[in-house]
């Protein structure tokens, strides 16, 4: 089976969006460990403050399922449950076509932004 994406969307309650982001950091630290886990990103909707995103690459859907249904990710949904507007909607993205960017003599080096 082929690597997977997974995009876990979340709408925080408001005034708690900077709380979450602090429980999502140390709780996504725990996945890094998880068999099949390959990558994981947290975003944040710029024009809708309380909408969250977490982009993460697993190795196949086996290894995705294993951790959705796992003992403790429930343990995490309950500790995030009081954060959240509504229940976390997730998608699950197989790769079906991939393009990049021709290299350029103009290309920059990669920049960090913060918002």
Known sequence: ?????????RRVAEGLESVYQDTIRNLML?????PGFLKGDAYRDVH???????????QSIESWEHWQNSSQRQRLLTELAPLLEQDEKCTVLALKVSYEAKPSKFARPTQTYTY
């Open 1 to 9: 089976m082929p690597m997977i994406k997974v995009i876990i969307e």
């Open 30 to 34: 725990q996945i890094t460990e998880r």
């Open 48 to 58: 809708h403050p309380n909408h969250f995103y977490v982009i993460s690459n697993w």
